[in-house]
């Protein structure tokens, strides 16, 4: 059977978690072939949980951490302990269990409004979004690989300012960098919570993108696994407008590779620092070793 990708509309009804008492709540899954819970999406539903115990706070981090694969056909249970309420700054830990084991286990900090020194680094010098092909015109043709995956419509319209990894393997050297502008394919409520939750979600998704260049691989031509999350949300983001994602993998090794993004709104804004690890499992292959 094939699954096709979800939508926009099916993000945000599974991130829209259910109330079972104050600090319980249940969530179905985006179910898809393999029937793996995605990882960025499940991260996104504990960071949706917390939120909804700290009223009047929005999200400032989120640090998870991936104890086990659960199955997508099954809902997932959120268990939030309230930490701590302080005169600005809230710490929830989110538990995510299905039948009894926990899936994931997290920490999120919540934060009230503050006026205080503002200062960033600048925005790279890219292309804007609008000079740019969607990727499914990039990878047109390779539309008939793995039923049609690479030009599915997806729930966020993606324009790469580098090679997209499916296109990075065949090139000369391995990418350093893998930058892209990421918009929503349709209308996202204006809610500051619901925006961070989606771009835990899409950043759970394409992160991993900059390590599989490093590898020369792509994301289904090879086994990998998120095996911790974290993102620090610096200002509001709006992913109903283009958000671009500077992402690079400063290291693999042992089986894992790391990858950080830097995240900007259309301003030019810093919005977002993410970092996440990845397992790779074993390799047939004899150990390589890159520098720079």
Not at 103 to 127: C, G, I, K, R, W
Not at 131 to 159: C, I, K, S
């Amino acid at each position: 059977m094939t699954h096709r990708s979800p939508t926009l509309d099916d993000v945000i009804a599974t991130l829209a978690v259910n109330r079972v008492d104050d600090l319980r709540f249940r969530a179905a899954q985006l179910d898809n072939a393999t029937h793996h819970i995605v990882g960025g999406h499940i991260a996104g539903q504990a960071l949706m949980a917390a939120s909804l115990t700290a009223p009047g706070r929005t999200p400032h981090s989120v640090h998870v951490y991936y104890i086990r694969a659960g199955d997508a056909r099954e809902p997932v249970d959120f268990d939030v302990e309230a930490a701590r309420d302080g005169g600005v700054l809230s710490t929830r830990q989110i538990t995510a269990s299905q039948n009894g084991q926990i899936l994931l286990e997290a920490l999120a900090s919540f934060t009230a409004p503050l006026e205080s020194l503002d200062y960033h680094q600048p925005m790279p010098d890219v292309p804007a979004p609008e000079t740019l092909p969607p990727v499914q015109e990039q990878l047109a043709a390779f539309a008939d690989e793995h039923d049609g995956h690479w030009v599915r419509p997806q729930p966020f319209d993606l324009r790469y300012v580098d090679t997209p990894p499916r296109l990075a393997i065949d090139a000369p050297t391995p990418a350093t960098h893998m930058r892209m502008w990421w918009r929503a394919n349709g209308f996202v409520p204006d809610d500051e919570v619901l925006h961070s939750c989606l771009l835990t979600y899409l950043s759970g998704t394409t992160m991993v993108e900059a390590a599989l260049a490093r590898r020369r691989e792509t994301p289904i031509s090879t086994f990998n696994a998120l095996i911790d999350h974290a993102l620090w949300f610096h200002r509001p983001v709006d992913l109903s407008d283009w958000v671009l994602s500077d992402q690079f993998s400063p290291s693999g090794a042992a089986g894992r590779g790391l990858t950080t993004a830097t995240m900007y709104n259309r301003a030019g804004q810093l919005v977002c620092v993410a970092t996440q690890e990845l397992y790779f499992g074993r390799t047939s292959s004899a150990p390589r070793r890159h520098d720079g």
